[in-house]
Each structure stands twice: as C-alpha cells, then as structure tokens.
C-alpha cells in the first residue's frame, strides 16, 4: 500500500522553471521505482522520467532530456522533477507513480498520485 501526493505545479512561461514533489505516505520507498508522468489533452500518458529505487538510475524521455531532473530522498518518502527550459507542450497534468519495474510505461505502475497541473503559457 502507497499513497502518494504531488505538489508544486502551476502557470509559468516558456523557458521557466518548476519543481514537482511527490511525498509518500509508505516507509518501504527503496522497494520502489518512482515515476513521474503527463497526460496531455487527447493524448496517451507519457513516462517523462524514472528513477530506480537506489537512486543510481534514471531514464528520460527524450523530448525532456536535458531539461528535467528526477531525484529522491528516501529518507523523506519523496520523489521530485526539476523542470527547467519549460515549453509550452510540456503543459499537462502530472502525476508522480509508483511501480516495480524500470520503465516509463504507465502500466507497469500499480500506485498514482492525484496529479499536478503544470501549464506553459506566455
């Protein structure tokens, strides 16, 4: 049993920045691949980033490269998305996930956030 809960989004203009938190309610996070995803309108949910459940690993999708980064304290329960260089088709909701596998398909992942509303917009 995970729950999770995502803060920090909001409205900022293209090449701003955001920082996206995820805080767990579990104390077993180091069992966990954390995720962090977007849904856009009329759009299949998108893996942005993963990271392993040491910390040593992570993955990006490749329209995010360069731009974001995930990290965890597992200590705190918590997963986070630095979002830097934001455009405006980063603008979605998203969602931090929970899962077993090392992946950024969405239905590997067994436990979800409610979601965050990030919009880019000038």
């Known amino acids: 049993q995970v729950q999770l809960v995502e803060s920090g989004g909001g409205l900022v203009q293209p090449g701003g920045s955001l920082r996206l938190s995820c805080a767990a309610s579990s104390d077993t996070m180091d069992d966990y691949v954390l995720g962090w995803f977007r849904q856009a309108p009329g759009k299949e949910r998108e893996g942005v980033a993963i990271?392993?459940?040491?910390?040593?690993?992570?993955y990006y999708t490749r329209s995010v490269k360069g731009r974001f980064t995930i990290s965890r304290d597992n200590a705190k329960n918590a997963v986070y998305l630095q979002m830097n260089s934001l455009k405006p088709e980063d603008t979605a909701p998203y969602y931090c996930?929970?899962?077993?596998?090392?992946?950024?398909?969405?239905?590997?992942?067994?436990?979800w956030g409610q979601g965050t509303q990030v919009t880019v917009s000038s």
């Open positions: 996930a929970a899962g077993r596998d090392f992946t950024l398909r969405a239905s590997s992942y067994d436990y």
């Open positions: 990271i392993s459940s040491s910390g040593r690993s992570t």
